[in-house]
């Protein structure tokens, strides 16, 4: 699954213009898997789920006490909170490459090495070494992002909301549980270095859990071809720009907020501990926010109310944090937590998206790595925005038009162009063998 089909191309496959399957020959289909085998993957999708957002609120958490403590300037800071959606663009656009060279699970294997090395190496307290850790651990994270919904559809092709759902919940509750846990951790430590560091414990466990998966995997391996697609040309059709659209902005809101939020009401007058609390607060309302919106979804005629439902909330909980005193900090943390359960409906989306896992990797490749590189301007803006303005108005403002556009772009897609498959001239199809 190369971003670039290698030449020469031994055939081109053109995608039929319905929205059915093609024959597993042609699909990508995966025989069934041995129930150990299911078992030791949905035992790795929790515990990699425990670190997809650890890493991210873990530093967010202590981004005030890390630039005291570490002595960095404002260009540094507005820095930090950039590096996961950027390490998130361009590492994640190399992933159809990496697992087409190595297979999923390899892939996903390696990115969790990743992700371990670079949280440990926060641990040092030096600004150097938290800004190299975060580039190499954001960077596994990308991957590991990107592949996790090939991973779901080729383990549990008839549960993919399911698993996704269990996905998600896991991924908000690491989030959740470190945010809330990092600041007293920091203060037992007496170090915000080692609290961050702390972190890539977790990540280790990981690795470890996915690692039989992995063995699995490469005892198992088929010496037949492998199906690639090539992510970009995707962009040319209307179900590529409607994902890369709704990832994109949902992307830059989420980031933007889970990079600022505890250091936003810091500023505005909130004790540390206090923000501490309504940052996990936040997420912990994303987590049934996301099972209650992916089972409204699934309802005939609903996919639409309920990208309304989490995307005007969105809206609604920036305004109220634009407006209202931070004494009621509670209201737009419950608002914006359930803004946040729009990535499950998002994630499913494009674990469905594609006739075979190489597309679906494809998709997935297209939409996070095009759309992290776009969400890119949310941190970082919110920081350099902040510096220039001494408070937090103009950032939210345009926070706010941000969600109103999500409004819109769930509007679209949600419609009729999202039910057929891309093209056959985006979806090129070149048959490689495994190298």
């Known amino acids: 699954m190369s971003a670039t089909p290698p030449a020469p191309a031994p055939a081109t496959v053109h995608a039929p213009a319905t929205g059915t399957a093609a024959p597993p020959a042609h699909s990508g289909a995966v025989p069934a898997r041995p129930r150990s085998a299911v078992v030791f993957g949905v035992i790795a999708l929790v515990l990699i789920g425990l670190n997809l957002r650890a890493g991210i609120t873990g530093a967010s958490a202590l981004l005030h006490d890390l630039q005291a403590v570490l002595g960095y300037g404002a260009l540094v800071a507005a820095i930090i909170p950039s590096?996961?959606?950027?390490?998130?663009?361009?590492a994640g656009a190399a992933t159809s490459w990496l697992?087409?060279?190595?297979?999923?699970?390899?892939?996903?294997?390696?990115?969790?090495?990743l992700l371990a090395g670079g949280l440990l190496l926060r641990g040092i307290p030096a600004t150097g070494m938290l800004v190299a850790g975060s580039v190499v651990g954001m960077s596994g994270l990308a991957i590991c992002n990107v592949a996790m919904p090939s991973f779901i559809r080729e383990y549990f092709a008839s549960r993919t909301s399911l698993m996704t759902a269990v996905y998600t919940v896991t991924m908000t509750t690491g989030g959740t549980l470190t945010s809330v846990l990092v600041v007293p951790l920091a203060q037992a430590l007496g170090s915000p270095?080692?609290?961050?560091?702390?972190v890539g414990i977790a990540a280790v466990a990981a690795f470890l859990g996915f690692l039989p998966v992995a063995l699995h995997a490469h005892r198992n391996a088929a010496p037949a071809t492998a199906l690639r697609v090539s992510p970009w040309p995707l962009l040319r059709t209307r179900k590529g720009q409607l994902l890369t659209a709704i990832f994109a902005l949902q992307a830059l809101l989420a980031y933007a907020l889970l990079s600022w939020f505890p250091y936003m009401l810091t500023t505005m007058g909130l004790g540390a501990t206090d923000s501490g609390l309504m940052f996990g607060l936040m997420q912990l309302v994303s987590v049934p926010a996301g099972m209650v919106l992916i089972a409204l979804g699934a309802r005939p005629g609903m996919l639409r109310p309920a990208f309304y439902l989490v995307s005007i909330t969105m809206m609604v909980g920036i305004a109220a944090l634009l407006v209202l005193p931070v004494g009621l900090a509670i209201i737009p943390a419950v608002l914006l937590g359930f803004g946040l359960g729009i990535f499950p409906l998002v994630m499913v989306m494009i674990s469905r998206s594609g006739t075979s896992t190489a597309e679906t990797t494809a998709l997935s490749t297209l939409a996070q790595s095009s759309g992290y590189l776009l969400a890119t301007v949310g941190p970082f803006g919110m920081g350099l925005?902040?510096?220039?303005?001494?408070?937090w108005t103009l950032p939210l403002v345009l926070l706010l038009v941000l969600a109103l556009v999500q409004i819109v772009v769930s509007h679209l897609i949600t419609g009729a162009a999202?039910?057929?498959?891309p093209s056959g001239s985006a979806s090129r199809r070149t048959a490689?063998?495994?190298k």
């Open 193 to 198: 270095s080692a609290a961050v560091g702390a």
């Open 99 to 113: 697992t087409g060279r190595l297979g999923v699970e390899k892939a996903i294997l390696l990115s969790l090495a």
């Open 432 to 434: 490689a063998g495994r």
């Open 418 to 421: 999202m039910n057929g498959k």
């Open 385 to 391: 925005l902040h510096s220039a303005t001494g408070g």
């Open 83 to 90: 590096i996961p959606t950027l390490c998130f663009a361009l």
